[in-house]
């Protein structure tokens, strides 16, 4: 009986902590889809993961402190849902100077908010994250134009993971139909090494400012990546983008400069896109068009203007749980493959001097949000 009750007292103990927060929150997403065609000109069938969301686990949770002043925390990993296996980190996030493996490779913060707005401290979205309001596909990273061109061009004003960055300090604020937000990230590097590059020069920062009304959403983002260890220059991006929901239809596009891109002078990629929303009773039917303009500088034979192309349907199948099918295409322009290799493709075998052939994608998915 003794050691019956001093067992119960301890379990007492360690679940203790756990009843006096009980504000903390499991959440995620589901998101896996079913693909087929071809991939850059290569045959491709089989399951993938994030079309509509990249597919995650995370924690979050908030704690009272009094005087309207709340703490907050988020701890969020990204999954590969079709492997099980998590998602790794991207060229803009790695370095050489990173120790030890990422846990959580979307996002990990703390801070405190309150009527002022948030200020945290971690690895955090930059301003450029947030482009689903100009975006017809929702900024779906698996199949939106907007979405597969910024990545594929080395933009950092994208809905991926380039947008994620480390040691940031980030604030976030809303003050009616406006809303603010501010990053300066130290990148993976604060501190001097000796022989090595100075500790600033990884460093990145951003704004935004959007006005959200009605039916009327209007922004603006700049971000700024130094790229000073490994090139000369700083990668400096702007977008401007807008949606109006006129009931029948949302109308919605942007666009957007990034200069010096990868910290190469002369090195620019120019990007708009344009789409529409039709709700069709459950569902949603969604057409965007994309098409950018990367200038040749000493990287790439000639000016090259990849172009995609979605049309995508969307059913709500209960408020957590939606289905999609669709078509998405891209032209890479020509694009040879000693080129595509400089923006960071694999060459899967192909001579540098192959060009690299369009992509033509089906596919059925489903996305579940817990």
Not at 38 to 45: C, P, R, S
Not at 64 to 87: P, R, W, Y
Not at 242 to 250: D, E, H, I, P
């Amino acid at each position: 009986m003794q050691k019956k009750l001093i067992a119960l007292a301890v379990a007492g103990l360690v679940s203790a902590p756990v009843f006096a927060q009980s504000n903390i929150q499991i959440y995620g997403v589901a998101d896996a889809y079913f693909k087929g065609g071809k991939l850059m000109g290569e045959d491709t069938m089989g399951v993938d993961s994030g079309g509509l969301a990249g597919s995650r686990i995370g924690f979050r949770g908030e704690e009272d402190l009094g005087s309207g002043l709340k703490a907050v925390f988020v701890l969020e990993q990204g999954i590969n849902i079709d492997t099980g296996k998590s998602q790794g980190m991207t060229l803009v996030d790695s370095s050489a100077n990173s120790d030890g493996d990422q846990t959580f490779t979307r996002q990990a913060y703390v801070g405190l908010k309150g009527n002022f707005g948030q200020v945290a401290l971690g690895r955090q979205y930059a301003p450029g994250y947030f482009t689903a309001d100009y975006d017809a596909l929702l900024s779906a990273p698996g199949i939106s134009p907007m979405s597969l061109l910024s990545n594929f061009t080395k933009l950092t004003i994208t809905p991926t993971a380039a947008a994620r960055w480390n040691n940031s300090v980030t604030y976030n604020g809303t003050f009616q139909s406006v809303s603010v937000a501010g990053i300066y990230s130290a990148g993976n590097r604060e501190t001097d090494e000796k022989g090595g590059p100075d500790y600033t020069d990884d460093d990145k920062y951003g704004v935004s400012l959007k006005y959200d009304n009605g039916p009327l959403k209007i922004g603006g983002i700049y971000q700024a990546v130094k790229f000073k260890d490994v090139a000369d220059e700083t990668q400096k991006e702007w977008l401007i983008g807008a949606s109006y929901n006129f009931g029948m239809a949302t109308l919605a596009g942007s666009y957007q400069q990034g200069r010096d891109v990868m910290g190469v002078n002369g090195f620019d990629v120019d990007l708009w896109q344009v789409g529409v929303i039709v709700p069709v009773g459950a569902g949603n039917i969604h057409v965007a068009y994309a098409q950018g303009d990367v200038d040749k500088a000493n990287l790439l034979q000639d000016d090259v203007k990849p172009k995609s192309f979605t049309v995508a349907y969307t059913h709500a199948l209960s408020k957590r749980t939606t289905g999609y099918v669709g078509y998405t295409k891209v032209d890479y322009d020509d694009l040879l493959w000693s080129e595509a290799g400089v923006l960071g493709n694999n060459l899967n075998g192909h001579a540098g001097t192959e060009k690299v052939d369009d992509t033509d994608l089906f596919y059925v998915g489903i996305n579940h949000k817990f």
